[in-house]
């Protein structure tokens, strides 16, 4: 199962704006963030791994 989404834009101010009241729908919010890059998380308990699980990376950019 994938637990990401990744979108490019041109805009990235706009579309942050944007996906920040979408995503705010579902309890979403602002997890990271650094220049032309966003990522949203429900729960910030959802990125840390179960025990004896592979090491994963979580992402998504606007």
């Given at each position: 199962m994938k637990g990401?989404?990744?979108q490019g834009t041109n805009d990235i101010d706009r579309a942050a704006a944007f996906?920040?009241?979408v995503l705010?729908?579902?309890g979403a919010?602002?997890?990271m963030e650094s220049?032309?890059?966003?990522?949203?998380v429900v729960?910030?308990?959802l990125l840390?791994?179960?025990p004896m699980a592979k090491p994963r990376q979580w992402a998504m950019a606007a």
């Open positions: 990401y989404i990744t996906y920040d009241a705010a729908e579902i919010r602002r997890y220049e032309g890059f966003v990522a949203w729960s910030p308990k840390s791994k179960p």
